[in-house]
Nanobody, 123 residues
Framework: LQLQAYGGGLVQPGGSLRLSCAASGFALDDYGIGWFRQTPGKEREGVSF??????FYANSVKGRFTISRDNAKNTVYLQMNSLKPEDTAVYYC???????????????????WGQGTLVTVSS
């Protein structure tokens, strides 16, 4: 059972990246999948979440980030547009077996995590 997050890199402010979270050993569409990010010395922050057709976003990324899922590829994507320097972080995807939707941003509800992929927004 594994989650693999990839797609990070260095991008200029205003640029775009697409992160991927690929699952093996289980079907992604049986679970909620969340994207989180973390910078040194700070707690892991919920960025976006998808489950059963519902999508949620942190206020800081609404209108700029889009979460989607390809069940055939067993992969969840995070399309990030209009990136800002404050989006710089290590991004993780996690699996949530069940949770109240209002708590999608709470890391304790996630039982497996990908290894993280670094996104750096800088000129």
């Amino acid at each position: 059972l594994q989650l693999q997050a990839y797609g990070g890199g260095l991008v200029q402010p205003g640029g775009s990246l697409r992160l991927s979270c690929a699952a093996s050993g289980f079907a992604l569409d049986d679970y909620g999948i969340g994207w989180f990010r973390q910078t040194p010395g700070k707690e892991r922050e919920g960025v976006s979440f998808i489950n059963v057709g519902r999508k949620f976003y942190a206020n800081s990324v609404k209108g700029r980030f889009t979460i989607s899922r390809d069940n055939a590829k067993n992969t969840v994507y995070l399309q990030m547009n209009s990136l800002k320097p404050e989006d710089t972080a290590v991004y993780y995807c996690g699996r949530a077996p069940r949770l109240p939707f209002s708590l999608w941003g709470a890391p304790p509800y996630y039982d497996y995590w990908g290894q993280g992929t670094l996104v750096t927004v800088s000129s």
